[in-house]
Each structure stands twice: as structure tokens, then as C-alpha cells.
């Protein structure tokens, strides 16, 4: 089963609309606008990508990071009692410690990992905005 996009179906579609009105507008080159069009949907097509999959990785992240500390913690609960003394009551201050130094690691990490595909698709947007007003005075110029 083939999968179309439908938002570039409705482009297509407008297109065939609006050529109607080539030549009939001086100075609207319907050509260059539908190029410009197209440059937008294609820069938000893929700045959505890069959105999309750093999300997924932020997801997948997550996911190992819970299943380490599960595994942590089941390997903790098995060690917990041993010992003998002071030992006994210095092991879950020092597991609290651990899980409190490893939380704020991961979470340093997560927004790190989120942060960089954020700037990523925004410098995709920002690309796309730079071109276009760079295409916008070129044709201003003519």
C-alpha cells in the first residue's frame, strides 16, 4: 500500500488552481512563488523530521535510563541488609545519594539530548526565513 502526503496533495491541487492565474496579474511570476512555496514545505516537512526523531531518541533514552535504574535497584535490594552495624544504615544514605546524583544526570542529559534536535529544527526554519527574504529582495530588485 503506497502512502501519499496528503499536504502535498492539497499543494498540488492549489497549484493547478492557481495557474490559472499566470500572465494575467502584471509582475506575478506565479512560477517563482510556487518554487517559494514549495521551499517552505519542504523546510517544514524536515524540520518536523528532525523534531520527530529527536523525540523518538529522547523517548528511547528514557526508556534505558528506567530500565537501568530498575536494575539497580533490584541489585540493591538484594545487597541492602548485609552487613553489619553502622554498614547497614550507611548503605541507603549512600543509595539515596547515588539515585539523586544519577537523576540529575539523566535529566541533564535529556534536555541536552531534546535541546540539540530543537536547535537543529530551528535552524532548518531560520534557513528557510534567511532564503526567503534574500529571495523576496532579489525580486524586488528586478
Known sequence: MSQTNPFADAFENWTKGFSQFSGAVPGLNVDSLMKVGQANIAALTEANRVAFEGLQAVAKRQQEMAAAALSDFQETAKTIGAGKGAEVFAKPVELARDTFEKSIANMKELAELAGKSQTEAWGIIGRR??????????????
Open 129 to 142: 526565513v534567511q532564503e526567503s527574504i534574500s529571495e523576496v529582495q532579489a525580486s524586488a530588485k528586478k
